[in-house]
C-alpha cells in the first residue's frame, strides 16, 4: 500500500497536468484549432499518458468543461446569498486570470462544432446556486414567493450571456466584474430582506484580494512539489496552477 499511494499521486499530478495543458491550448485556440500534438508538447508527456487519462480530444474537452467549478468554489467560504454573490465575483475575475475556466466556458459555447450537446456544466452551476440560495431561504434572507432553483437558473442565463456580452466589448473580459455589480444591485432588491441587502458585499476587490492572499502560499508549495516530483526523474509538465484546489478564502 505505502508504494501504491505514490504512483496514485504521479497519476493525479499527470491528469492535473494534461487538463491544465490541454485547458491553455482550448483557449488560445478552441477547439478546432487545437491538436493533441499540441497539448502534449505543452503538457511535456507521452501520447500514452493523455489516452491513459482521455479516450479522446473530445473527451477531454468534456472534462475541461466540467471543471469549472473548481476553478472557483474552492475559493469560498461564505454562506446564504452572500456565498452566491461570492460565486459570481470570483467567477468575473477567475474569467480573467485562469485559463482552465476560460476554456471551460469557450468550449461549452463551442461544443456543437464539435458534435457535443452537454449541458452539464450549466446544471453544475445552477445546483450550486440553488443550494445556496436554499441556505438563504433557511436563513431568512429571501423574501416570500422567492424560488431558489428558479432563480438560480435565471442567474446562470444572465452570467453565460452577460460574459458573452463581455467579450465582445471589452478587453479580455475586463469589465466583467463590473457588470457582476450591476446585475446585483439590480437584482438584491427583489429577492433579499432589506437586512440582508445592507450587509451584502459586493466588491471586486474583496474577492480578488482573498484569492491572491490564498494563491500565495499554495502557488510556493505547488513549486516545491514539482521540483521533488521531477527530481524523481518523471515529467509533470504544465504546473496545476493556483486556482483549484480546496483552499477557502472569500469570506
Known amino acids: 500500500m505505502a508504494q501504491q499511494q505514490p504512483k496514485q499521486e504521479r497519476a493525479v499530478q499527470t491528469r492535473e497536468a494534461i487538463l491544465r495543458a490541454a485547458a491553455e491550448v482550448f483557449d488560445e485556440a478552441g477547439f478546432a484549432g487545437a491538436s493533441i500534438n499540441r497539448i502534449l508538447k505543452r503538457a511535456g508527456l507521452t501520447a500514452g499518458a493523455l489516452y491513459f487519462h482521455f479516450a479522446s480530444k473530445e473527451d477531454l ?49 463551442e461544443q456543437g462544432a464539435f458534435g457535443v450537446k452537454d449541458a452539464t456544466p450549466y446544471q453544475e452551476w445552477s445546483q450550486i446556486m440553488t443550494e445556496c440560495l436554499e441556505a438563504a431561504a433557511a436563513r431568512g ?16 442565463e444572465a452570467c453565460t450571456g452577460m460574459q458573452m456580452y463581455s467579450a465582445v466589448v471589452s478587453e479580455a473580459r475586463a ?26 458585499q ?20 505547488a513549486e516545491a512539489a514539482g521540483a521533488a516530483h521531477n527530481g524523481t526523474g518523471t515529467t509533470t509538465g504544465t504546473t496545476a496552477g493556483t486556482t483549484s484546489g480546496t483552499t477557502r478564502a472569500a469570506g
Open 141 to 156: 434572507e429571501l423574501q416570500a414567493g422567492v424560488e431558489p432553483a428558479e432563480l438560480a437558473e435565471f442567474v446562470v
Open 175 to 200: 469589465d466583467l466584474a463590473q457588470r457582476a455589480v450591476r446585475m446585483w444591485r439590480l437584482l438584491l432588491p427583489g429577492i433579499a430582506v432589506p437586512a440582508v441587502i445592507a450587509r451584502t
Open 202 to 221: 459586493v466588491d471586486p476587490a474583496r474577492v480578488q484580494a482573498a484569492i491572491r492572499d490564498a494563491a500565495a502560499p499554495r502557488a510556493k508549495a
Open 61 to 109: 474537452a468534456r472534462a475541461v468543461m466540467n471543471a469549472q467549478p473548481a476553478s472557483i468554489i474552492p475559493w469560498l467560504k461564505s454562506q446564504g446569498l452572500q456565498r452566491l454573490v461570492d460565486i459570481t465575483m470570483v467567477w468575473a475575475y477567475q474569467l480573467q486570470v485562469d485559463p482552465l475556466l476560460r476554456a471551460g466556458v469557450r468550449l461549452t459555447g
